[in-house]
């Protein structure tokens, strides 16, 4: 069995414990690999690399140019990786080859996006009186530590990392105990671009554990945690106990509004991508459907079709479809909400159990006649689980759709933009997608209102939270 290790002050090291951490292909559920797990001791090891690349300045005075040019050899040495570290991806996590890849190619093109902004920090001068030269200076908080998720675990790496680098931070990462291995493939590119010394380390270690310990560590002095709202809660705490900002990116309950003049085929394409993409686990994943009720049987039909044309199978196999979910665990977790949905009187158009077979697959679903109380429409399934609920009244779809604690994605599909406008500017999220699910880039802000979290990672907006303003006033007496 490959054997990985944690990546800390540019060497590969062993756990102090011995311990392991197993991981296995969702597809099949056979153990493809395992990794030294982290603990205090790696955390330590981790935290006082990056404080001591920190307070040699390598990365706070390096020209900005170089900084730049830096950046722009990480995504040039990562894009070189895409394929084996893909390929990991893919295996560990169960998604699609090409999503797999992709993300070590989409991490490559945001290093070389906030590449080119780091010679765009700029502050200001303020007039205070004759005798008094006052400017502002932008600078890093320190050592970052970055908490991420397993469902995107090398773009979750890549679109903090590239902003907390962008900005002078030194970075480490704990990467989720589920998908841990594809990120040392990404270490190897760090190695390849020679990046100094304790700029960034990768550990992986357990949440509760290693991850608890990281963000509450006293020489941590800023946090981005993407994940889910109760760990996401946790993580708040722990920075507030010792006063450091946060960034959270959390979960998602996600609604489209289908008006009766939509175009059926981008609802579907949608939905292809959107809530049966990476099986449903995707924080802005297109879990609801607000369906006026002229359309909906039309709708619910070409779902039901969709559906069934779905080919199931190992996201390694090219022509798979519905790739299968991380673990056991969370099919258990995803058929439970199907089943609660149809117990509490929904009706299953297609789907709702497990499918027989090896690994973690779950039929796509999609259930009909979901009403806003039921368990399915409130909570985050986190799977290939899309609800249908109908609507007859305009201000009735927004209601429905921002009837949710959460607030991260929204949609709306209809061929009047004017409509679409207004829609988009009741909608309670902080990203809305007109015909198209996902619409946007590395280039266009992301997070959440409402428990989806706050501060924005992507864009040019991210960059704010990596910063802090230095004012200084030389007095000219
Ligand atoms: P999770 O909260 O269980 O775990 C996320 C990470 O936090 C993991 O690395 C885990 O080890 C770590 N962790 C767990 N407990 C911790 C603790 N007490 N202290 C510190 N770290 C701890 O979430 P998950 O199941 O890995 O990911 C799924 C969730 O992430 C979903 O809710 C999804 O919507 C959300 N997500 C959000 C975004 C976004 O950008 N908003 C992106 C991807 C995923």
Known sequence: MQHYKNFIDGKWIESESKEKIKVDDPSTGKVIGEISCAKKTEVDLAVNAAKKSYNSRILVDMPILARAKLMRKIAEETRKVAKEGGELLCYENGKSIGGAIKEFNDVADIFDYYAGLTDKLEGKTIPVSKNIFDYTVLEPFGVSAHVVPWNYPIAMIGRSLACSFATGNSTIIKTAELTPLSATIFAKALINAEVPNGLINIICGYGNEAGSYLVSHQDVNHVVFTGSVATGKKILHSCADKAIPAIVELGGKSAGIVYPDANLDDVLDSA??????????????????????????????????????????????????????????????????????????????????????????????????????????????????????????????????????????????????????????????????????????????????????????????????????????????
């Open 272 to 477: 292809r991508h959107g809530i049966f993409g990476v099986a449903g686990q995707i924080c802005t994943a297109m879990s609801r459907l607000v369906v006026h009720k002229s359309i909906k049987d039309e709708l619910v039909d070409k779902l039901v079709n969709l559906s069934k044309s779905l080919k199931i199978g190992p996201g390694i196999d090219k022509n798979t479809d519905l790739t299968p979910v991380i673990s056991e665990n969370q099919l258990q977790k995803v058929e439970g909400y199907a089943r609660s949905g149809i117990q509490q009187g929904a009706e299953a158009a297609y789907g709702g159990k497990r499918v027989e077979r090896d690994g973690y697959f779950m039929e796509p679903t999609v259930l009909n006649n979901v009403s806003q109380d039921m368990t399915v429409a409130r909570e985050e399934i986190f799977g290939p689980v899309l609800s249908i609920l109908e609507y007859e009244e305009q201000e009735e779809a927004i209601k429905i759709a921002n009837d949710t604690d959460y607030g991260l994605g929204a949609g709306v599909f209809t061929k009047d933009l004017k409509k679409a406008s207004w829609t988009a500017g009741h909608l309670e999220a902080g990203q809305v997608y007109v015909n198209k699910w996902f619409a946007g880039s590395h280039a266009t802000p992301f997070g959440g209102y409402k428990q989806s979290g706050y501060s924005r990672e992507k864009g040019v907006d991210a960059l704010k939270s990596y910063l802090q303003v230095k004012n200084v006033g030389i007095s000219l007496n």
